[in-house]
């Protein structure tokens, strides 16, 4: 089975802090994604990544950064937490290439920005 | 560009009823279609895709969808409702290699006893 690790389930920080969430998959995926779930909204592609070292803004890009510098690892930063940034954000993995390929996703960081 | 729309926010049945949740969807590519659930405190897991061939597809749980192009839907049925069905599902589309999946805004399901 694959699995989705995240490094927080839940995660209280202070305005202006510096913030990793760091996710690792163990299937050797080539695509890896960040989300964040929001009531109503469903979710929203912050950043994917589809090989080591290379990385794509999402929809919602501001704010956040994202490092991976290994295959298996995928990290979101947040250089300096809001509390707009309160949300549940979400990990995925999926295979590369052309298919149809369904994503693979961790149990979620809970995230309260005071 | 594609886009989901998944029609009620809510949905509550009675458990042994049909369950019934909707998805429509629009792509300028031949879409592939998905059904997430979540259940409480856990990330999404897949119920069941769609990419090509037979348009009615058959999930985990006793779900399935029928992609019905003419209509642009994706609805998800199962015939009888357990109470363990209860969770929130996500409809989503995206195109070749699976970059940028959209994903609906979901339907939560409650089951009453």
């Known amino acids: 089975d694959v699995k989705v690790t995240q490094s927080s389930r839940y995660l209280v920080k202070r305005t202006g802090e510096k913030v990793f969430l760091e996710c690792v998959q163990d299937?050797?995926?080539?695509?890896m994604f960040w989300y964040r779930q929001d009531p109503g909204l469903g979710l929203r592609l912050i950043y994917f990544?589809?090989?080591?070292?290379?990385?794509e803004k999402g929809d919602i890009p501001e704010g956040y950064s994202v490092s991976r510098e290994k295959k298996e690892r995928f990290s979101l930063i947040l250089e300096s937490a809001s509390t707009n940034q309160t949300s549940m954000y979400l990990c995925?993995?999926?295979?590369?290439?052309?298919?149809?390929?369904?994503?693979?996703f961790g149990p979620g960081t809970r995230l309260t920005v005071t | 560009a594609q886009s989901v729309t998944q029609l009620g926010s809510h949905v509550s049945v009675s458990e042994g009823a049909l369950v019934l949740l909707r998805c429509n969807y629009s792509?300028?590519?031949?879409?592939?279609l998905f059904w997430y659930v979540q259940y409480p405190n856990q990330g999404l897991q897949l119920l069941l895709k769609?990419?090509?061939?037979?348009?009615l597809v058959k999930g985990i749980n006793g779900f399935e969808a029928e992609f019905k192009k003419s209509e642009t839907s994706f609805h998800l049925t199962k015939p009888s409702a357990h109470m363990s069905d209860a969770a929130e599902y996500f409809c989503?589309?995206?195109?070749?290699?699976?970059?940028?999946?959209?994903f609906g805004a979901g339907t939560r399901l409650f089951v009453k006893a």
């Open positions: 299937m050797d995926h080539e695509n």
């Open positions: 769609y990419t090509t061939g037979a348009t």
């Open positions: 989503a589309v995206s195109g070749p290699g699976g970059f940028k999946t959209i």
């Open positions: 792509s300028s590519v031949p879409p592939y």
């Open positions: 990544s589809y090989d080591v070292k290379m990385k």
């Open positions: 995925a993995s999926s295979p590369g290439g052309l298919g149809a390929y369904e994503q693979y």
